[in-house]
């Protein structure tokens, strides 16, 4: 499955109250993002994450850090072009991440699902912690802040001896930022007589989302 992401509208969302330059912002995406992908392959096969702009007039495309990471140049939106590429890979399985209704509307005509940039962002968050979690308890890092099983507010772990933590590092990047951790069960349907109740069009995004 590929899964592309409205770039710009996913940090205006998410990251709305994290002080700072925007490409510090997008560095910090592309980390979490990377991450979330080490830990998920090969469910999903490639993470494409579109931004406005950029310095040329066409698309720029690049790869960092195993993350597809594409500026759409001065001549067309980051809207237009995912619904570009959607049109060219119409025949593969795509998971767009957006809130903006109308790009959602238009790439559903291509059988492309979409997710909502908050339970997408959800699910990358709760992946880094559970990483933190079950380092914590292999490593027996007593120096290191405790995370409680449900909601996390982390204002500032910069004191802590955290050691080679690679999760509990991109964590850090972020700081004096609230991190509410959702129980998956929020997201997902548990109940097998809701799921048989869904539309077909329901039934195909919840599928999608279930490898994420």
């Known amino acids: 499955m590929i899964v592309i992401i409205d770039g710009y509208n996913l940090l205006k969302q998410v990251f709305h109250k994290i002080k700072g330059k925007l490409d510090l912002q997008r560095d910090q995406l592309i980390n979490e993002l990377s991450f979330y992908k080490s830990k998920k392959h090969p469910e999903i096969k490639e993470i494409v994450v ?77 992946c880094i912690l559970s990483q933190i979690e079950n380092d914590i308890k292999n490593k027996n890092l007593n120096n290191l802040y405790k995370l409680e099983q449900d909601d996390y507010e982390i204002k500032s772990l910069s004191d802590y001896n955290y050691g080679d933590n690679k ?39 919840y599928k999608k989302i279930k490898k994420l």
Request: glycine share 4%.
């Open 50 to 126: 579109v931004f406005d702009g950029g310095t040329e007039k066409h698309a720029e495309r690049q790869i960092n850090k195993g993350i597809v990471v594409v500026f759409s140049g001065q001549r067309q939106s980051a809207d237009e072009y995912i619904l570009d590429f959607v049109k060219k890979n119409k025949n593969k399985e795509i998971l767009l991440v957006t809130k903006d209704a109308e790009l959602k509307k238009l790439c559903a005509q291509y059988n492309v699902d979409a997710v909502d940039v908050f339970d997408f962002y959800d699910i990358v968050k709760n």
């Open 167 to 205: 999760a509990l590092d991109i964590l850090m990047s972020q700081e004096n930022i609230e991190i509410l951790k959702k129980d998956e069960s929020d997201i997902f349907i548990k109940n097998k007589s809701k799921f048989n109740k869904m539309s077909k069009k329901e039934k195909s995004v």
